[in-house]
């Protein structure tokens, strides 16, 4: 199996501040990954899809990049609305694994 | 408007079955994969399987072959899924998500979730 991690695990922002998280991929996986957020008793919500897409409806503050085994998560100016988990997920080969997730809070 | 729409909260004991469904709506059933993913409480997200609508076997990882089984009614644009020899570890929220259908590729993320369904494992 393709196992993902991610860095930091949690990390505290202030509104305005770039915010950058990396899932890196034990082996390649082209551009085959998303990220999703995932507020407090809500379900996750896909952001970026084929690494570097984004999802209709996502603010343009996110962003990703990335191939192969190192991907990025940028949220260019958090708002505290974005105090969320972000996990990557890669789409590559079965089972579609998840990272173990980034708690992001924003104040 | 696309929607799943999961059954509700269920309490099992250890050793029985549990079975979810998830009915699809506002979309063509048979077009779309259906991912099932779980979450125990305070944990991160555990990606069962997949489904396709229109047909054909379901992908599980090896850690849950054996005890889980994926099916679906095209009829009712329904798909379900059973957990067998329940443990408590199998206590979580259970979510059916449609994939991300780009042109005609498949398997681009999750794009609609279900509302989730907790299941309880517990004597």
């Known amino acids: 199996d393709i196992q993902l991690t991610q860095s930091p695990s949690f990390l505290s922002a202030s509104v305005g501040d770039r915010v950058t998280i990396t899932c890196r991929a034990s082996?390649?996986?082209?551009?085959?990954l998303a990220w999703y957020q995932q507020k407090v008793g809500e379900a996750p919500k896909l952001l970026i899809y084929?690494?570097?897409t984004l999802q209709s409806g996502v603010p343009s503050r996110f962003s990703g990049s990335g191939s192969g085994t190192e991907f990025t998560l940028t949220i260019s100016s958090p708002q505290p609305e974005d105090s969320a988990t972000y996990y990557c997920?890669?789409?590559?080969?079965?089972?579609?694994?998840f990272g173990p997730g980034t708690k992001v809070h924003v104040k | 408007q696309v929607q799943l729409v999961q059954s509700g909260a269920e309490v099992k004991k250890p050793g029985a079955s549990v079975k979810v469904s998830c009915r699809a709506s506002?979309?063509?059933?048979?077009?779309?994969?259906l991912h099932w993913v779980r979450q125990a409480p305070g944990q991160g997200l555990e990606w069962m399987g997949i489904?396709?609508?229109?047909?054909?076997?379901?992908r599980l990882p090896q850690k849950l072959q054996g005890r889980v089984t994926m099916t679906r009614d095209t009829s009712t644009s329904t798909v379900y899924m059973e957990l067998s020899s329940l443990r408590s570890e199998d206590t979580a929220m259970y979510y059916c998500?449609?994939?991300?259908?780009?042109?005609?590729?498949?398997?681009?993320?999750?794009?609609?979730w279900g509302q989730g369904t907790p299941v309880t494992v517990s004597s």
């Open positions: 084929t690494a570097s």
């Open positions: 998500v449609r994939d991300l259908l780009i042109g005609d590729k498949n398997l681009n993320g999750m794009d609609v």
């Open positions: 997920q890669q789409l590559y080969s079965y089972p579609f694994t």
């Open positions: 082996q390649d996986i082209s551009s085959d």
């Open positions: 506002g979309y063509t059933f048979s077009s779309y994969y």
């Open positions: 489904i396709k609508g229109s047909g054909g076997s379901a």
